[in-house]
């Protein structure tokens, strides 16, 4: 932490020196206006808050979706980024809540757990809605991929084991209140 820091003082110094460095009435010499100690505290705390943003969970809205009987409280992700960004760093997730990724267009999928802190369950489901198969994946900072065998459109991750103690199968019918399109 200390080597970035250095190197993020050494930048800073260097791309916006002219607004740390101000000429003196010297022949030619110049006077710092920061001195190191206080740009290296500004780096520390721009790191911070960086860090900060990474950790922060995303706001979605949210469905109440129905898979065969039961009722899920699901966020909606349905931009490139809302579903690059998924569950990372949630720390819980409530039984009956979930996060349903809608895709453009069906196709092959694939999830990983990269920076998820939980286990999970991803359902595939068809264009249709109809699950096709679900997989429980387990935190290994994305090292394993979990790939759709068959096109989906849509993928819903549940808490882990949520599927099987259900005994949900495959051509269980997933139900929205109104239709949901992928960007």
Not at 47 to 53: N, Q, R, S, V, W
Not at 128 to 153: C, H, K, W
């Amino acid at each position: 932490l200390m080597y970035r820091a250095a190197n993020l003082v050494s930048d800073v110094q260097s791309y916006f020196g002219a607004f740390f460095v101000r000429r003196s009435t010297g022949a030619g010499q110049f006077k710092p206006m920061l001195k190191h100690t206080q740009i290296a505290r500004f780096a520390v705390i721009l790191l911070f808050f960086t860090a900060c943003d990474a950790l922060r969970t995303q706001h979605l809205r949210t469905e109440v979706i129905e898979l065969g009987e039961y009722k899920i409280r699901a966020e909606i992700a349905s931009t490139p980024r809302e579903r690059e960004r998924g569950l990372m760093y949630r720390t819980s997730i409530g039984e009956e809540e979930g996060m349903l990724f809608v895709f453009p267009k069906a196709s092959p999928q694939a999830f990983w757990m990269k920076n998820t802190l939980i286990p999970l369950d991803v359902g595939y489901f068809d264009e249709q809605g109809f699950l096709i198969e679900y997989f429980t994946m387990t935190p290994d900072d994305g090292v394993r991929t979990y790939p759709s065998s068959e096109p989906a459109l849509y993928a819903l991750e549940m808490k882990a084991g949520w599927y099987a103690k259900r005994g949900l199968r495959k051509y269980t019918k997933l139900v929205f209140p109104r239709s949901l399109e992928g960007l």
